[in-house]
């Protein structure tokens, strides 16, 4: 994806509001800083936050584009999360190191 002055502006404001109205401290430097800000506009409930969310989707050719054809992750079937039992080994036990599965 092209960064342009029209996309980095978007999401320079966008980030002030989300910082503001939600207390979410997004990094543009962050891989994943468009996906995060688009995620967090979901949840928004001010008109203007959303707005600049459709036009930071437009801007990005993101998947949450609807002019793309793709879902919004609002339209998106929730999937429930897998049951964490059944994923360990039967024998043994699981221990989180730095956020990942350790398997002993």
């Known amino acids: 994806m092209e960064l342009n002055k029209a996309l980095l502006d978007c999401m320079q404001a966008l ?3 989300l910082r503001d ?3 979410v401290d997004i990094r543009l430097s962050q891989h994943d800083a468009i996906n995060t800000m688009l995620s967090a506009c ?3 409930s001010d008109e203007e936050t959303r707005q600049l969310g459709q036009r930071l989707a437009q801007l990005s050719d993101n998947p949450f584009n609807r002019a793309a054809g793709a879902p919004t992750p609002a ?3 929730i999937t429930p ?4 039992t059944k994923l360990t080994p039967t024998s043994g036990s ?3 190191y730095r956020g990942q599965r350790v398997y002993l």
């Open 15 to 17: 980030r002030r509001r």
């Open 75 to 77: 339209e998106r079937p």
């Open 81 to 84: 999360l897998a049951d964490p």
């Open 42 to 44: 979901l949840t928004s």
């Open 94 to 96: 699981v221990r989180i």
């Open 21 to 23: 109205e939600l207390a």
